[in-house]
C-alpha cells in the first residue's frame, strides 16, 4: 500500500518562493497566472492492507514530522 | 556552570561556541553526540549549536529536533534547566515544540551572512542581564531560513510577556520590520530571538558566539556568555 502525502502553507503564511515562481512563469510569457505557492509530496511504502489505519498512522506522522502545523496544511491520500 | 552542547551530523559551529562558553566562565563544558539518550550528570546548560544538521533535509532543523538526545534535552528545560540555540539550533527548538513559531527561508530567499544590528528587547533572563534594555549590539548571521513567522495572537503574547529577547535593528537602534537592511530576513515585527515562558530557553538566529574577542573583530556577544557563566 502507497500513502501519497502533500504538504502545503496554510493560508495567510507568506510564501516569497512561490512568489518568486510567479514571478517567473510571468516572465516565460505564460499569461493569466495567479498566486503560486509552493509546497512538498511525499510517497511512503507501507505495510499492512487497512486502508483506515493506514490513513491515521501516515496523519500521526504528518502531525510528528512531515509538516510543520505552525505553517503547513497536510492532506493523505491511501493508495491500495 | 557545566555545559553540554549537542553535535549533530553536519553541525560545524560547536567548537565556537565551547570557546565562547569556557571564556564566559563555563568550567566544564563538554561536546555530547546526538545518538546519545542522556546528557552527562549535573548539566546546567545545554546548547545546540550553529550548522547544517542533517542537510537541513524536509526543513531545517526538523531531522535533529527528533534526534534521540533530544528527549533528554525537552526534559532537562521542562525541568528548569538552562538551553540555548543558536540558528540551525534555534530551527531546532522550534521544531520540537521547545519555542513558539518557525523559521521560515529569508523574505529576499537569499542565504544572508554578514554582521547585523541587533536591539535587546528583553533583559530579564540568564541570557541577557548582561546587557542593557535597548542596547544596540552587533552579531554576524548566516543562514538561509531566518524568518520568524508565529500567529498574531502568539507574537502579542510574546511581546506582553517580555519574551522577544532580541530584534534586527538599523545602526542607531531603529527597528523596522519592513526594511530590508534593518529587518534582513523579513522575520514577524523584526524578532532575531526569543524566550521561553519561563525564560530558561533562549532560541536565536544571530551568533554571539563568533564575537566574544576583540581579535576577531569585537565583544558584543561576550555578555550573554559572561551572564551564563555566572547563571550556576
Same mark, same amino acid.
Given at each position: 500500500?502507497?500513502?501519497?502525502?502533500?504538504?502545503?502553507?496554510?493560508?495567510?503564511?507568506?510564501?516569497?518562493?512561490?512568489?518568486?515562481?510567479?514571478?517567473?512563469?510571468?516572465?516565460?510569457?505564460?499569461?493569466?497566472?495567479?498566486?503560486?505557492?509552493?509546497?512538498?509530496?511525499?510517497?511512503?511504502?507501507?505495510?499492512?492492507?487497512?486502508?483506515?489505519?493506514?490513513?491515521?498512522?501516515?496523519?500521526?506522522?504528518?502531525?510528528?514530522?512531515?509538516?510543520?502545523?505552525?505553517?503547513?496544511?497536510?492532506?493523505?491520500?491511501?493508495?491500495? | 556552570?557545566?555545559a553540554?552542547?549537542?553535535?549533530?551530523?553536519?553541525?560545524?559551529?560547536?567548537?565556537?561556541m565551547?570557546?565562547?562558553l569556557?571564556?564566559g566562565?563555563?568550567?566544564? /563544558?563538554?561536546?555530547?553526540?546526538?545518538?546519545?539518550?542522556? $546528557?552527562? #550528570? #549535573?548539566?546546567?546548560l545545554v546548547v545546540l549549536p550553529g550548522?547544517?544538521?542533517?542537510?537541513?533535509?524536509?526543513?531545517?532543523?526538523?531531522?535533529?529536533?527528533?534526534?534521540? /538526545?533530544?528527549?533528554?534535552v525537552?526534559?532537562?528545560a521542562?525541568?528548569g534547566g538552562l538551553a540555548l540555540g543558536v540558528c540551525?539550533g534555534f530551527q531546532m527548538l522550534c521544531?520540537?515544540?521547545l519555542l513558539p513559531g518557525?523559521?521560515?527561508?529569508?523574505?529576499? $530567499?537569499?542565504?544572508?551572512?554578514?554582521?547585523?544590528?541587533l536591539?535587546v528587547e528583553a533583559t530579564n533572563s540568564a541570557f541577557t542581564n548582561g546587557y542593557?534594555?535597548?542596547? /544596540? /549590539?552587533?552579531f554576524?548571521?548566516?543562514?538561509?531560513?531566518?524568518?520568524y513567522?508565529?500567529?498574531?495572537?502568539?507574537?502579542?503574547?510574546l511581546?506582553?510577556e517580555d519574551r522577544v529577547a532580541f530584534?534586527?535593528?538599523?545602526?542607531?537602534?531603529?527597528?523596522?520590520?519592513?526594511?530590508?537592511?534593518?529587518?534582513?530576513?523579513?522575520?514577524?515585527?523584526?524578532i532575531a530571538g526569543i524566550l521561553s515562558e519561563n525564560r530558561n530557553i533562549l532560541g536565536l538566529m544571530p551568533h554571539p558566539e563568533? $564575537?566574544?574577542?576583540?581579535? $576577531?573583530?569585537?565583544?558584543?556577544g561576550?555578555p550573554l556568555f559572561?551572564s551564563l557563566?555566572?547563571a550556576?
Open positions: 500500500m502507497k500513502a501519497r502525502v502533500t504538504v502545503t502553507l496554510k493560508d495567510g503564511v507568506l510564501d516569497p518562493q512561490g512568489q518568486a515562481i510567479e514571478k517567473a512563469l510571468q516572465n516565460l510569457g505564460f499569461s493569466g497566472v495567479g498566486a503560486v505557492r509552493q509546497g512538498r509530496y511525499f510517497e511512503v511504502d507501507l505495510n499492512g492492507a487497512d486502508p483506515a489505519s493506514a490513513q491515521s498512522r501516515v496523519e500521526e506522522m504528518c502531525e510528528k514530522l512531515l509538516a510543520n502545523t505552525v505553517i503547513e496544511n497536510y492532506a493523505v491520500e491511501i493508495e491500495n | 556552570m557545566k553540554a552542547v549537542i553535535v549533530f551530523p553536519g553541525t560545524y559551529r560547536e567548537q565556537d565551547m570557546r565562547a569556557k571564556k566562565g563555563a568550567n566544564e /563544558v563538554s561536546a555530547v553526540w546526538h545518538a546519545e539518550t542522556e $546528557l552527562p #550528570g #549535573g548539566t546546567d550548522g547544517f544538521s542533517y542537510g537541513d533535509y524536509l526543513r531545517s532543523g526538523a531531522i535533529a529536533a527528533r534526534a534521540p /538526545v533530544m528527549a533528554s525537552a526534559d532537562h521542562k525541568k540551525n521544531e520540537a515544540g518557525t523559521l521560515m527561508r529569508n523574505a529576499g $530567499l537569499t542565504f544572508i551572512c554578514k554582521e547585523v544590528h536591539r542593557r534594555h535597548h542596547q /544596540v /549590539v552587533r554576524p548571521v548566516a543562514h538561509h531560513d531566518g524568518n513567522f508565529a500567529d498574531p495572537a502568539t507574537l502579542d503574547r511581546e506582553g530584534r534586527y535593528c538599523a545602526p542607531d537602534g531603529t527597528v523596522d520590520p519592513k526594511s530590508p537592511t534593518a529587518n534582513p530576513n523579513g522575520s514577524q515585527r523584526a563568533n $564575537l566574544v574577542e576583540e581579535l $576577531l573583530g569585537g565583544t558584543d561576550l559572561e557563566g555566572l550556576a
